[in-house]
């Protein structure tokens, strides 16, 4: 904490050097030492005034945040300061957040009166999701004449979390609420096979497998009795989020992996929306995070919980560690949603390979969003040259997509390549569309 002058300390001594140059004797030494005694005085006067000032780590601070953020949206911020002595004090303060905040304010003055409280309100809107460090507040005390002031830096560190916003969240509602008003079977839909959820029991018929005899129940009534099973009500959605090199690319000025989390949000809100249980598995060169199946009513900040945070890995993703950790956790049959791109290179290298471990017991729906631009290039009437390589390169692009969308159907997957913005829809409506069938 050091002494800093203010601009009213500059004036008065200005002020001062006017009056001695006009007022001075003739005497050039006389004035000198005139001038030199009123700077004294003045000088005197400002050290009085520093040392009456309050000390900045006398001033109590606090900087009130929600625990969460939403990207993109507004949040109150509020830094409250207290004076605990009985002299009021003239505050300035600038809150060192990361620019990434855009805090609507980052610097204000107050007056703090003696043993009182200012609360000082902004807002902020976060351009990042994560986890945002915040640290050092800088403090400003200007002494009771104003001349000169302390200065300081005092450390309020937290941590706020911005979560990715959930885009889809209207349309979720909407596909939750056609698809319970046309009974599409979503609860009680049978699925293919003999089923493995108990039903009841019944006499042994010529038809019945002999393995289903319930031999206590045959005791106990004295003839064969069978039990009956049916498919499970309730099936499992699991998705796979990839968070490798692949989706670190900006799709329509946002990354692929955002995409992705909007897409994992609406899958998790349409699938316990009708009574399905829903996980998540997100990984890159190894597996990140696992939140476990359910149909918990807030199933969807679990999984947000577990993403927000994940930053692309620039490398390459272990579909084949991811796929068994999948199956290792998840040993219900299941649909198994991965959500990443379509880059021929990278899926006939890493994902291709793995996917026998998980389409053997496992449905598998594998989605991935569209560039706008390249869309756009394909579809141009080219003009120039440069216009007309641009085009060829979007088609070769488009055309790559479409062989990998096929090797990736020729394994048993479903695959869903939509545009921006139609991802979380048209993974949802696959999904609803697999159910209504009893294909899950």
């Not at 390589?389 to 390549?417: F, S, W």
Request: charged share 25%; glycine share 8%; aromatic share 4%.
């Amino acid at each position: 904490m050091f002494p800093v002058p203010t601009w009213r300390l500059a004036l008065i001594a200005a002020s001062l050097s006017v009056v001695v140059v006009v007022v001075a004797p003739a005497n050039a030494a006389a004035a000198l030492s005139l001038l030199v005694g009123a700077n004294l005085v003045l000088g005197v006067v400002a050290v009085g005034d520093f040392f009456a000032t309050l000390k900045p780590s006398r001033l109590e601070v606090r900087r009130m945040l929600p625990p969460t953020a939403t990207q993109g949206r507004e949040a109150p911020l509020v830094w409250r300061l207290t004076n605990p002595t009985r002299a009021g004090v003239r505050v300035t303060f600038s809150d060192e957040l990361p620019p990434s905040l855009r805090a609507a304010d980052r610097r204000a003055t107050v007056t703090v009166a003696g043993s009182a409280t200012v609360e000082v309100r902004t807002t902020i809107e976060p351009v990042r999701r994560g986890h945002i460090h915040l640290g050092f507040i800088g403090l400003r005390l200007r002494g009771p004449l104003g001349l000169v002031g302390r200065q300081g830096r005092v450390e309020l560190p937290g941590e706020l979390r911005v979560y990715p916003p959930f885009r889809s969240r209207a349309e979720a509602e909407l596909k939750i609420n056609r698809a319970r008003s046309l009974q599409l079977g979503l609860r009680t839909a049978k699925g293919l096979g003999a089923g493995t959820e108990f039903e009841s029991l019944r006499e042994y018929g010529v038809n019945d497998d002999f393995r289903r005899i319930d031999w206590r129940a045959t005791a106990r009534m004295g003839k064969p009795i069978v039990r009956t099973y049916r498919t499970e009500r309730n099936q499992n959605v699991v998705v796979l989020l990839d968070n490798g090199r692949v989706m670190a690319g900006k799709v329509a000025g946002v990354p692929r992996v955002e995409h992705a989390m909007d897409a994992a949000m609406m899958l998790a809100a349409v699938s316990t929306g009708v009574g399905d249980r829903c996980g998540l598995v997100t990984f890159d060169t190894r597996v990140r995070s696992v939140v476990a199946a359910s149909r918990r009513t807030d199933q969807v900040m679990r999984l947000t919980e577990a993403m927000y945070a994940l930053q692309p890995a620039l490398a390459e993703s272990d579909y084949v560690g991811a796929f068994a950790t999948t199956v290792a956790r998840f040993r219900r049959r299941a649909l198994l949603v991965v959500l990443t791109d379509l880059v021929e290179q990278a899926v006939m290298e890493a994902l291709i390979p793995a996917m026998p471990l998980i389409t053997r017991t496992h449905m598998v729906l594998v989605g991935g969003v569209q560039d706008p631009e390249v869309l756009a290039w394909s579809r141009q009437k080219p003009l120039e040259l440069e216009d007309a390589y641009r085009k060829t390169a979007a088609l070769a692009a488009l055309a790559e997509r479409e062989r990998t969308a096929r090797r990736l159907r020729a394994l048993g997957a479903q695959v869903v390549d939509a545009p921006v913005g139609r991802l979380s829809g048209r993974l949802a409506d696959a999904y609803l569309g697999l159910k209504a069938r009893g294909a899950l």
